[in-house]
């Protein structure tokens, strides 16, 4: 008996190969058959697809303080749809701030949010720098675009509060009137 290579040993411990075998494959070789499916069906699934990929969310980014409310809109990834705020509304300043402002601007998002195709927003309320509430604002904005139909998905305050950090102006007794 001749001597036998490695590979050939190693060919004859593992043994050859089985053809792969198609899981498909009728004896006939026929395509499986095919489910019909009505015209109307086809249509409703189309329907449900368009109107879910046409609804969409945004963030509303809402600062209020006492002299003041912005509103930022942006969609999910960050990007602006519309800004406005109470000295765009309102030429006096001491009504920057009031609740019916905030109406007004609610409005004015509503007009421009509709025409994208957005129903629901995620709403993150900002106040002053150590406040322990937000202005006057907040509430309505939210409150009137519930009216208008727009789902909130989640309120979140994003106020920031200082942890530790530079000392406070006042001095040591802190302002006295």
Same mark, same amino acid.
């Given at each position: 008996?001749?001597?036998?290579?490695?590979?050939?040993?190693?060919?004859?411990? *593992?043994?050859?190969?089985?053809? %792969?075998?198609?899981?498909?494959?009728?004896? #006939?070789?026929?395509?499986?058959?095919?489910?019909?499916?009505?015209?109307?069906?086809?249509?409703?699934?189309?329907? !449900?697809?368009?109107?879910?990929?046409?609804?969409?969310?945004? *963030?509303? #980014? $809402?600062?209020?303080?006492?002299?003041?409310?912005?509103?930022?809109?942006?969609?999910?990834?960050?990007?602006?749809?519309?800004?406005?705020?109470? @000295?765009?509304?309102?030429?006096?300043?001491?009504?920057? !701030?009031?609740?019916?402002?905030?109406?007004? $601007? !609610?409005?004015? $998002?509503?007009?421009? *949010?509709?025409?994208?195709? %957005?129903?629901?927003?995620? *709403?993150? %309320?900002?106040?002053?720098?150590?406040?322990? !509430?937000?202005?006057? @604002?907040?509430?309505? %904005?939210?409150?009137?675009?519930?009216?208008?139909?727009?789902?909130?998905?989640?309120?979140?305050?994003?106020?920031?509060?200082?942890?530790? @950090?530079?000392?406070?102006?006042?001095?040591?007794?802190?302002?006295?009137?």
């Amino acid at each position: 008996m001749p001597k036998k290579k490695p590979e050939e040993k190693a060919m004859e411990e *593992v043994g050859e190969p089985e053809p %792969i075998q198609e899981e498909n494959s009728d004896e #006939n070789n026929e395509p499986p058959e095919e489910t019909e499916i009505s015209e109307e069906t086809r249509e409703e699934d189309h329907s !449900a697809k368009a109107t879910v990929s046409k609804e969409s969310e945004a *963030v509303i #980014n $809402i600062y209020t303080s006492f002299n003041n409310t912005l509103v930022h809109v942006t969609d999910m990834s960050g990007r602006t749809i519309s800004k406005i705020t109470g @000295g765009m509304i309102t030429k006096h300043d001491r009504l920057k !701030a009031n609740p019916t402002i905030a109406m007004f $601007i !609610a409005k004015r $998002i509503t007009e421009e *949010v509709k025409d994208l195709g %957005i129903k629901s927003f995620y *709403v993150r %309320i900002r106040a002053k720098t150590r406040n322990p !509430a937000p202005g006057p @604002g907040a509430h309505s %904005i939210i409150k009137s675009l519930t009216r208008d139909g727009f789902k909130i998905i989640n309120i979140l305050d994003t106020t920031r509060m200082p942890r530790g @950090g530079p000392k406070q102006k006042g001095g040591r007794r802190g302002r006295r009137p």
